[in-house]
């Protein structure tokens, strides 16, 4: 089955259509089966799929919060001097979480800078890349949890479309 069916399964919100892919034709997985095949994956995982495939919010605060630490280490280890300090990397940490779930939405980077607060200037010389790299923490997240259950799938000898 394919992963997507599954976070779909797990949730009753509907699929973010920007993100879905085909299922198989042999699909026959109940909705508690589906639960059954995420337990394990660590809940950042879980979180970073559900909100990715499913568009399910119900963890996207602790997803921030998650990603708010992520980036503060990368500000840190790297010497980053962010305009309004933490309030800045928390706004760049839920523009990801936004970005993620409404891909659409924020497309354009005068989106991202009115998000954040700064000018497209500053955005494109100085944050972008930086908030690339916040945003790919995210993405490797939301990898993580698609490679388990694809993993779990092929433990069940499950086909993949």
């Given at each position: 089955m394919n992963p997507i069916r599954i976070f779909a399964m797990?949730?009753?919100s509907q699929i973010n259509?920007?993100?879905?892919?085909?299922?198989t034709a042999t699909d026959k997985m109940s909705p508690a089966l589906a639960a059954g095949m995420s337990a394990g994956m660590p809940k950042v995982w879980y979180q970073a799929v559900?909100?990715?495939w499913a568009l399910d919010w119900s963890g996207a605060n602790d997803l921030e919060l998650r990603l708010l630490m992520e980036a503060a280490g990368l500000a840190a280890e790297h010497g980053w001097e962010p305009p309004?300090?933490?309030?800045?990397?928390?706004?760049?940490?839920?523009?990801?979480?936004a970005e993620m779930a409404?891909?659409?939405q924020f497309r354009q980077v005068k989106d991202k800078?009115?998000?954040?607060?700064?000018?497209?200037?500053?955005?494109c010389n100085r944050w972008k890349g930086r908030y690339e790299q916040v945003?790919?923490?995210l993405e490797s997240w939301s990898a993580e949890g698609y490679h388990y259950l694809m993993r779990k799938n092929i433990d069940r000898g499950e086909m993949h479309s």
């Open positions: 797990n949730t009753a259509p920007l993100s879905v892919g085909r299922s559900m909100l990715k309004k300090g933490e309030e800045f990397l928390r706004r760049m940490a839920g523009l990801a979480v409404l891909p659409a800078c009115e998000f954040l607060g700064i000018s497209p200037s500053t955005f945003y790919q923490v």
